[in-house]
C-alpha cells in the first residue's frame, strides 16, 4: 500500500496576526507528533530558541523530532525535497509570508501527489483586523486571505478593546462566511483544533488544556459517537459540516457500503475521506467544538438521518 | 606605463564640456584625456592606434537591469518570435507561426541522444500566433517519448508535452489549479503558469534550479553577449548570491580575458530586511573592479501581462482581479531604513502604480527615519509609473529604470487587455521622467528580451509597438537624450557615473566601438547600429573573436 498523502495545515494571515506564535505553541504541544514547519524565511528568528536542537543549512531540528526548513519563493522546491531530506514526518505546518494568499497556496499543494491539504488557517489581529481591511494597499489581500479560511483563529481577544474586537469579527463574518471563528489569546488554540486530532477516535489528548491561560477544556468540548457500518460517508461527512452543529473539528474511523475502512477528517466546513490505516477499527467518530455550540444532539441526529 | 591613444571616425564623449573628439588617449586602463591629437600630445610619449580609424566611439554601454542568466538560456533551444542573436553571434530566425515553432523544435529533437535528455526550448511567445494556446498535443507531435518543455518569453508560462506532465504526476484528472488549465477531457493542457506550476515540471524537461542559481559557462557566454551589444558594465540584477556563486563570479571576472564589469544585487528574499543589509555589506567589502557587489534588490509586486502586478483604481481593463503583493510596506519601509542607515543602494521591482505608490511611500516614511541625500533608489520597470509619481520619484531623490523593450514586444497586448489605450500610451514614460528631472536608465531585463542597449534606445525613440503602431507619440525622446540614457544614465543609478558612463580625463576606459554612428543613422535605424566590439578597462574585445 502506497504512502498516505501528508497533510498540511497552511497558516496564514498578515504580519504581526501571530503566526509563529501559534507555530511554537503548536511545536510544543506536539506530544510525540513530528511535524515539519516550512516558513517563508528565518529572517525574525521564527522558533523558540528552546525548542531548537540544531542546525544544518536550511533545516532546524527541533525537539520531538520535528523539524523547520525555510522555503523563501521556492514552495514547490522545498516541498518536493522534503520526504527525502526528513523522514518519518506526521503533518506539515505550511507558515505563508504575509501577504502571501493561502488560497493560492492551498491550490498548488493539490499539485502535489505526496501532500493532503488538511486546512487553512488564517489568523487575525482582533486590535488591527478592521483598520487593515480598509487600508489603501492591503484591504483587498487581507479579504482575500480570510475567505480561504476553514478556521479563523482571532488573535489577541485580551489585548483588544471591546470596539476593535467587534469591528473585527464583523469583517471576518463578511469575508469568510464559511469559515469556523476561534476567539484565542497568544495564538493558544489546542493543536487538536488546529491540525486535528492523532489518534482518534481515542478521547481528545490534554492538549485541549493550554498552560498558562484560562483552561482550554473549559473554552472547548468534545463528544465521540458511534457510527454503525454501512454508511454513505461523502453523504455523512456533507451532514456534520452544517455549521449548526457547532463541529470545529472531527475525525472518525469509519466504515464503508463494502466494510472498507476509512479515515475522515473535518475541519469547518471542509471534509477528506483518506484510507484508514490496516490495523484500523472502524464505527467511531470524535467531535471538537467550542463549549456551549458543539449541539451533541444534532451531530447525532444527523447519524440517525444517515441509517433511514 | 605605456599610454595608447585611439584615432577614431567620431568619438562621442557624453561630456558636455567636449561632446566629440577625434582621439582618446589610455592609460593603465583609464582614460587620459579626449580631444584632438595635439590637445593629448601633452600626456607624452603614447602609441597611436588606428584600427578604430574608421569606427565611431561611445562611452561603454551599461545594462541598468539584465540578468546572466540570458548566458544560461543560450544553453535551450531559442524559440521566440524575432530573430535573436546567441553569445557565439549566430542569429536564430524568430520562428513566425506556430508551425515554425515545431518545425524548430524537430530540429533540435532530432539532435538530441537518448529519450532521457529533455528538449528544452525558450522565448516561445504564443501572443503573436492568434487566440489559439499551445498545448501539450502540439509538442506531443515532436516526441510523445521525450520530456519537452519551452519557456514563454516572459519567463511567467512554460509548456510542455504530455510526457513532461506524466513524470511530474500532473497526467491525471482532478487538478485544481490555477495555474495549469484544463482541457476538454480534464487532463491539463500543458500549459503551465507561475512559479508553483512551473517548478514542478520545470525539473523534468531541463529547467534546473541548481543550474540556473551558479553557472559558470553562463556568466562567460553572458559576457561575450555584452561584447557583442556593446557593453562594458552590466547588471545581474536579482541573484541570492550564496557565498559559492560569489566565489565563481569573483574568479570568472577576474581573469584577465574577462570583458565586463558585473554588478550584481542580492535579491532580496529569505531574510530579514536587517539580515539583508548586513548581508550587502558584507558583500560590498567582496566587490573587485569587474564584480560590484553590496546593493539590493527588492519586489514590490509581479507583472503586467501576468496580471500580478498592483494597479490603482480602476485595475485591470480586462477585469482581472488585481495583483499580488511580493513584501508588505511595513518590511519594504524596514529594508529601506536599513539600507539609508549602511548606504547600501536598493532597486525595487515595481510593475503596477500601485506598487509604485507604495514604494514612494516606504521611501518617504524611511528618508524621515533615516535622512539621506544621495541614495539614489531606483524603481526599475515602474512602468505604469503616472506623472504625479514622477514628481514624487523627483522630490524624493529616486531613480527609474523604465522598460522600453516591453513596450515593443507587449505594447499591443497592454493596449487591448491589461490597461487600455489610455494607460498603455503613458507606460514607460521616458520623456516624463527626463522632464520631471528623475534621473533614467532604460532596459532589456534580458534574458526577458534581447540584451541590447542601442535596441533599447531604439525602442525609447520610438516607441513602436510588435505591430508597427506607435504607443505614445509624447513619451518619445531624442536620440541625445537616449544615448545619455543607455551609458551616464544607467551608471547614475549604479552610483558608477563618477567611473563610467562618459569618455573623459579620469574615467575607465570603457567604450563601445561602432560601425555606424548613431547620432547620424536617424532614428529609425538606431537598432541597427553595427557593433564591433568594445574597450573594456583598456583591453579591446571584438565581437569576432567572443
Known amino acids: 500500500m502506497s504512502r498516505l498523502p501528508l497533510p498540511v495545515t497552511v497558516i496564514g494571515g498578515y504580519l504581526g496576526a501571530g503566526k509563529t506564535t501559534l507555530v511554537n505553541h503548536l511545536l510544543r504541544q506536539a506530544a510525540g507528533r513530528r511535524l515539519a514547519v516550512l516558513v517563508n524565511d528565518f529572517g525574525a528568528l521564527p522558533i523558540d530558541a528552546a525548542l531548537i536542537e540544531g542546525r544544518d543549512g536550511e533545516v532546524l531540528s527541533l525537539a520531538g523530532g520535528c523539524v523547520c526548513c525555510s522555503y523563501g519563493s521556492d514552495l514547490v522546491g522545498a516541498l518536493l525535497d522534503l520526504p527525502s531530506r526528513v523522514l518519518g514526518i506526521d503533518h506539515v505546518l505550511l507558515e505563508t509570508s504575509g501577504v502571501a494568499l493561502p488560497g493560492a497556496v492551498a491550490a498548488t499543494l493539490s499539485l502535489l501527489a505526496g501532500y493532503r491539504l488538511d486546512a487553512v488557517v488564517v489568523l487575525a489581529d482582533a486590535e488591527t483586523t478592521a483598520t487593515r481591511a480598509t487600508d489603501l494597499y492591503m484591504a483587498d489581500t487581507i479579504v482575500r486571505q480570510f475567505a480561504a479560511a476553514d478556521l479563523v483563529l482571532l488573535n489577541k481577544i485580551d489585548l483588544a478593546s471591546a470596539a476593535a474586537l467587534d469591528a473585527a469579527r464583523r469583517t471576518i463574518a463578511e469575508a469568510a462566511p464559511r469559515a469556523r471563528i476561534v476567539e484565542v489569546a497568544r495564538s493558544a488554540a489546542p493543536i487538536d483544533v488546529v491540525l486535528g486530532m492523532a489518534r482518534a477516535p481515542a478521547a481528545p489528548s490534554v492538549a485541549l488544556s493550554t498552560p498558562g491561560h484560562v483552561d482550554a477544556a473549559t473554552l472547548y468540548d468534545w463528544l465521540r459517537v458511534e457510527v454503525p457500518p454501512g454508511e454513505d460517508l461523502a453523504g455523512l461527512a456533507e451532514r456534520l459540516v452544517d455549521p449548526t452543529l457547532g463541529i470545529l473539528r472531527a475525525k472518525g474511523l469509519l466504515a464503508d457500503r463494502t466494510g472498507r475502512p476509512h479515515a475522515l477528517h473535518i475541519v469547518g466546513a471542509r471534509w477528506h475521506l483518506d484510507d484508514a490505516p490496516a490495523d484500523a477499527r472502524p464505527g467511531d467518530l470524535v467531535a471538537i467544538g467550542l463549549r456551549g455550540r458543539l449541539d451533541a444532539a444534532a451531530v447525532r441526529r444527523s447519524l440517525v438521518k444517515a441509517s433511514t | ?484 540614457t543607455i551609458t551616464l544614465g544607467a551608471a547614475y543609478t549604479l552610483k558608477l557615473d563618477g567611473e563610467v558612463g562618459s569618455i573623459e580625463c579620469g574615467k575607465r576606459a570603457d567604450f563601445a566601438v561602432l560601425n555606424d554612428d548613431p547620432l547620424a543613422i536617424g532614428a529609425e535605424n538606431l537598432k541597427d547600429v553595427g557593433i564591433w566590439g568594445t574597450v573594456q578597462g583598456g583591453r579591446v574585445f571584438a565581437a569576432g573573436d567572443a
Not at chain 2, 172 to 183: A, D, E, K, M, Q
Not at chain 2, 422 to 449: F, K, Q
Open chain 2, 1 to 484: 606605463m605605456t599610454t595608447t591613444i585611439y584615432r577614431a571616425r567620431r568619438i562621442l564623449t557624453m561630456n558636455p564640456a567636449r561632446p566629440e573628439a577625434t582621439h582618446v588617449a589610455v592609460r593603465d586602463g583609464r582614460i587620459l584625456g579626449a580631444g584632438t591629437a595635439e590637445e593629448l600630445a601633452g600626456w607624452g610619449a603614447a602609441t597611436l592606434d588606428e584600427r578604430f580609424a574608421d569606427k565611431v566611439l561611445m562611452p561603454g554601454l551599461v545594462e541598468g537591469h539584465s540578468h546572466a542568466s540570458e548566458g544560461t538560456f543560450w544553453r535551450y533551444v531559442y524559440l521566440g518570435r524575432f530573430d535573436r542573436m546567441d553569445p557565439e553571434g549566430k542569429v536564430w530566425p524568430g520562428a513566425d507561426s506556430i508551425d515554425a515553432v515545431i518545425a524548430g523544435m524537430k530540429r533540435a529533437e532530432a539532435t538530441l541522444g537518448g529519450l532521457d535528455t529533455p528538449l528544452t526550448g525558450w522565448g516561445l511567445d504564443p501572443i503573436y500566433y492568434g487566440e489559439r494556446r499551445v498545448t501539450r498535443r502540439d509538442f506531443d507531435a515532436v516526441s510523445s517519448a521525450r520530456a519537452i518543455g519551452v519557456m514563454h518569453a516572459s519567463g511567467h508560462i512554460l509548456n510542455v508535452n504530455s510526457r513532461a506532465l506524466e513524470l511530474a504526476g500532473l497526467l491525471r484528472p482532478g487538478i485544481n489549479h490555477p495555474g495549469v488549465p484544463l482541457g476538454a477531457d480534464g487532463l491539463p493542457t500543458g500549459e503551465l503558469k507561475g512559479p508553483d506550476a512551473m517548478t514542478l515540471v520545470g525539473h523534468h524537461v531541463g529547467f534546473d534550479r541548481e543550474v540556473l542559481a551558479n553557472d559558470e559557462p553562463g556568466l562567460r557566454r553572458f559576457a561575450r553577449l555584452c561584447v557583442r551589444k556593446g557593453v562594458t558594465t552590466a547588471t545581474d540584477l536579482a541573484n541570492l548570491l550564496p557565498q559559492d556563486a560569489v566565489a565563481m563570479m569573483l574568479r570568472v571576472t577576474g581573469e584577465s580575458t574577462f570583458p565586463v564589469r558585473i554588478v550584481s544585487l542580492r535579491r532580496f528574499q529569505a531574510m530579514s530586511p536587517q539580515e539583508v543589509v548586513e548581508r550587502a555589506v558584507e558583500l560590498r567589502r567582496q566587490s573587485s573592479d569587474r564584480l560590484r557587489l553590496g546593493a539590493v534588490k527588492a519586489f514590490a509586486d509581479g507583472s503586467i501581462q501576468g496580471f500580478s502586478a498592483r494597479l490603482r483604481w480602476p485595475g485591470y481593463y480586462n477585469g482581472a482581479p488585481n495583483g499580488l503583493w511580493y513584501t508588505p510596506p511595513e518590511v519594504l519601509r524596514e529594508v529601506y531604513r536599513h539600507a539609508l542607515e549602511h548606504d547600501v543602494l536598493v532597486h525595487t521591482h515595481t510593475n503596477g502604480d500601485e506598487a509604485t505608490e507604495m514604494a514612494l511611500d516606504c521611501l518617504e516614511a524611511a528618508l524621515k527615519a533615516a535622512p539621506s541625500r544621495d541614495h539614489r533608489f531606483t524603481l526599475q520597470h515602474c512602468q505604469l509609473a503616472d506623472a504625479a509619481q514622477f514628481r514624487r520619484m523627483a522630490r524624493l531623490g529616486m531613480c527609474v529604470n523604465l522598460f522600453p523593450n516591453h513596450h515593443f514586444y507587449w505594447g499591443d497586448q497592454h493596449y487591448a487587455t491589461t490597461v487600455g489605450p489610455e494607460r498603455a500610451e503613458r507606460m514607460n514614460a521616458c520623456a516624463t521622467a527626463l522632464a520631471s528631472g528623475v534621473p533614467l536608465a532604460i532596459h532589456s531585463d534580458a534574458p526577458v528580451t534581447p540584451l541590447g542597449p542601442l535596441f533599447t534606445a531604439w525602442c525609447a525613440v520610438n516607441r513602436r509597438t510588435a505591430s508597427g503602431r506607435t504607443l505614445g507619440t509624447h513619451e518619445r525622446i531624442s536620440v541625445a537624450d537616449a544615448l545619455r
